[in-house]
């Protein structure tokens, strides 16, 4: 059972390497929505909508992830950046469909998309390795400790890097993309995003669109 264990690391290893070895891929289409979610509202391209997400309406996690796999990665989400009395968290600024969002988005690599579901699996592996149980069978301190040793393999710690990555993208992000729901990470950071706000023309990714057009 040791060994079958240790083979399961090394091979979550392994994949995990293959991903991050084609690095270049990855930070190109992150660096492309970047340039519209986070860049661009620092910059003032801007109209004036309520703060409710459009993008994000309509998608539906059943589509995209199982029951059982959201409610791990939500959960996962919940203890990497948890809400407290310091700020809101992971919840309160509605990562998860945040992330959802992320995963429909047709510029992303196939393989990509891939590494973060299978971090999903992954992470279930560990809980039946450590505790015979399923990840949602675990108690609230099981999965903060499992969350806790993951980080400390190769793999763990890359995979839960781009879940943290995408946590502060939504926190950080216009509401219409998903997360920062009711602008609740704006206000706590008393960041000022500045008018006019983004139309659905100049959301990514229809601003990509929109521009090959005007070309």
């Known amino acids: 059972m040791e060994?079958?264990?240790?083979?399961?690391?090394?091979?979550?290893?392994?994949?995990?390497k293959q991903v991050l070895n084609r690095k270049e891929s990855f930070q190109s289409w992150q660096l492309s929505r970047k340039k519209f979610?986070?860049?661009s509202f620092m910059g003032g391209m801007f109209t004036s909508l309520p703060s409710i997400s459009i993008i994000g309406q309509g998608i539906n996690s059943i589509d995209i992830l199982s029951q059982k796999q959201f409610s791990l990665i939500t959960s996962v989400q919940n203890i990497l950046f948890p809400s407290d009395n310091n700020g809101p968290?992971?919840?309160d600024i509605m990562a998860d469909k945040y992330l959802l969002w992320v995963l429909t988005d047709k510029h992303m690599d196939p393989e990509e998309k891939d590494y973060i579901i299978n971090g999903i699996s992954w992470v279930e592996e560990t809980a039946d390795e450590n505790y015979s149980l399923t990840y949602n069978e675990l108690s609230q301190s099981q999965k903060e400790k499992l969350v806790t040793d993951i980080a400390k393999e190769n793999w763990g710690k890359s995979w839960l890097?781009?879940?943290?990555?995408?946590?502060?993208?939504?926190?950080?992000?216009?509401?219409?993309y998903g997360g920062n729901t009711e602008n609740i990470g704006w206000?706590?950071?008393?960041?000022?995003?500045?008018?006019?706000?983004?139309?659905?023309?100049t959301l990514y990714p229809e601003i990509l669109t929109t521009v090959s057009k005007n070309q």
């Open 89 to 91: 968290g992971a919840y």
């Open 187 to 201: 206000d706590w950071l008393h960041h000022n995003p500045g008018f006019p706000r983004p139309i659905e023309t």
């Open 37 to 39: 979610i986070i860049g």
């Open 161 to 176: 890097g781009v879940i943290l990555n995408f946590i502060f993208e939504a926190l950080l992000s216009d509401p219409q």
């Open 3 to 16: 060994r079958l264990t240790i083979m399961l690391k090394e091979s979550r290893d392994h994949k995990a």
